[in-house]
C-alpha cells in the first residue's frame, strides 16, 4: 500500500482532560472542541492515532487493563459524536524503573510500528500535543508539528493541519441505478476530505442522479455508452482525476480506459475473479455464489481496463454466506461492505495522490502494549 498521512495525537491535555494519572473511565472528559476537530481529521482523509506515555503503569498507579477501559471510553465518547481514533499506542514505561526503552515520548519506536501497521508516510504527517516531548518526534522523521498552549488547542491546530492540504482529487462517479454507492460517497467525503465528486454521469435517466442535483453536482446522461467522444467531453469539461464506477453496468470505452490509464476503479459485489464478467451484476452475481456452493462472498474494487472485471484488485471484503441464504439477504451483506469500501480507497487514493491498493480490513484502532 502507498504510504499516506497521519495526525499523530498525544491524549491527556490535548483530546481529554489531565487529570494525572487517569484510570478511571468515569474521568474521561473530552476537552471542549475536541471531538469536532478530530472529526475534521477523519472526514479530511487523515490517520488519527494516539501515542501517549502511560508511566503509572510502572509506577503502579494503573494497570494495562486500566488503561483499555479509559481507551475504550475515549472510542465511545468520540463515536456518540461522530469522530474516531484509527489506532492507539502508549508506552507503560519509566526509565529509572523499567529501564531505558524506545517506545517512551520522544522516542520513535510506537511510531514507527504505527507507520507499518497502517501504511503511514512519516515524512507527510502531523504532531500534536501539549508537551515539546509529543511534537519532537517529527523533526526525526521529517514531518511536521503543533504544540499547544496558550490560544492555540486541538481545533486550531487542526485547521493548520487542514490549510496544507492538497487540492482535492476531482471524482466523477459512473452509475446505472439508484446510487447507493454514490451516497455513501458523498456521504464520507465531507467539506474538507481530500476528493470530492464534480460529476455524476448515467447511462440513463438513472433514480441516483437526483442525488447529485440535489447537491448541486453537475450530472450527464450518455444515451451511447459506448460514445468515447462524450465521455471524454464530460470529464475533461469537469477536469476530472480519477473515475469511480459505482453500480455503473457498462464497458467504458477503450479510448477513455486508455487516456485515463489506472485511474478508473469499479465496485463489484463478489470476491473477483470469481463471478465476473459481462452480464454479471446485482442479483445475478448473488445467484452465482450460491449455486456454487461458495463459504464466503464479498466486495471487490478493482481497476478498470478493457475487460468486464479484469482489472487489478485494490481492496476486498468479505462476508460469509450463511445456510439458507437467498440472494437477496447476501446481497444486503455485501452492499453493506460495498459502502464501507469504496470511500476507504477513494480517501487512499486521494491521500497517495495516485490510485493504490488497500489492505482487505480497514483499521480497527490498534492497542499495543511495548515491551521492547
Avoid at 481514533?85 to 510500528?113: M, N, S
Avoid at 480519477?242 to 470476491?271: C, F, Q, S, T
Avoid at 464466503?296 to 481492496?315: I, K, M, Q
Amino acid at each position: 500500500m502507498t504510504p499516506g498521512a497521519a495526525v499523530f495525537l498525544d491524549r491527556d491535555g490535548t483530546i481529554v482532560e489531565d487529570v494525572g494519572y487517569l484510570r478511571d473511565p468515569a474521568q474521561v472528559r473530552l476537552l471542549p472542541g475536541a471531538a469536532g476537530a478530530l472529526r475534521r481529521l477523519n472526514a479530511g482523509g487523515f490517520l488519527t492515532i494516539v501515542v501517549t506515555n502511560q508511566s503509572g503503569i510502572a509506577r503502579g498507579l494503573l494497570s494495562a487493563e486500566d488503561y483499555f477501559r479509559t481507551e475504550r471510553r475515549l472510542d465511545q465518547l468520540l463515536e456518540e459524536s461522530g469522530a474516531r481514533i484509527d489506532g492507539h499506542y502508549f508506552c507503560p514505561h519509566l526509565p529509572e524503573v523499567t529501564g531505558a526503552c524506545e517506545c517512551r515520548k520522544p522516542g520513535t519506536l510506537l511510531y514507527r510500528q504505527a507507520a507499518e501497521r497502517f501504511g503511514i508516510d512519516l515524512s507527510r504527517s502531523w504532531w500534536i500535543g501539549d508537551r515539546e516531548r509529543d511534537v519532537l518526534p517529527a523533526e526525526a522523521f521529517g514531518g511536521r508539528s503543533v504544540l499547544l498552549g496558550g490560544a492555540r488547542n486541538l481545533s486550531s491546530a487542526v485547521d493548520l493541519v487542514l490549510a496544507s492540504s492538497p487540492v482535492p482529487m476531482r471524482i466523477a462517479v459512473a452509475i446505472s441505478g439508484r446510487g447507493s454507492n454514490l451516497e455513501s460517497l458523498l456521504h464520507a467525503l465531507g467539506p474538507e476530505a481530500p476528493a470530492r465528486v464534480v460529476l455524476v454521469l448515467s447511462d440513463r435517466e438513472a433514480p441516483g442522479l437526483s442525488l447529485a442535483r440535489a447537491g448541486d453536482i453537475p450530472t450527464g446522461v450518455l444515451p451511447r455508452p459506448e460514445d468515447a467522444g462524450a465521455w471524454l467531453d464530460h470529464l475533461r469539461q469537469h477536469r476530472v482525476d480519477l473515475v469511480v464506477l459505482a453500480g455503473y453496468l457498462k464497458l467504458v470505452p477503450a479510448a477513455v480506459v486508455a487516456e485515463y490509464r489506472d485511474r478508473i476503479i469499479n465496485i463489484h459485489p463478489a470476491l473477483l475473479p470469481n463471478f465476473g464478467g459481462k452480464g454479471m451484476y446485482g442479483r445475478r452475481v448473488h445467484e452465482a455464489v450460491l449455486a456454487s456452493g461458495a463459504r464466503e462472498s464479498g466486495a471487490s474494487v478493482h481497476l478498470v481496463d478493457e475487460r468486464y472485471d479484469r482489472g487489478a484488485v485494490l481492496a476486498q471484503a468479505r462476508v460469509p454466506v450463511l445456510a439458507g441464504d437467498t440472494p437477496e439477504a447476501l446481497a444486503q451483506r455485501v452492499l453493506a461492505e460495498e459502502h464501507r469500501l469504496l470511500p476507504a480507497v477513494v480517501l487512499a487514493t486521494a491521500r497517495a495522490g495516485r490510485v493504490v491498493p488497500l489492505e482487505r480490513e480497514l483499521a480497527a484502532g490498534d492497542s499495543r502494549l511495548a515491551t521492547e
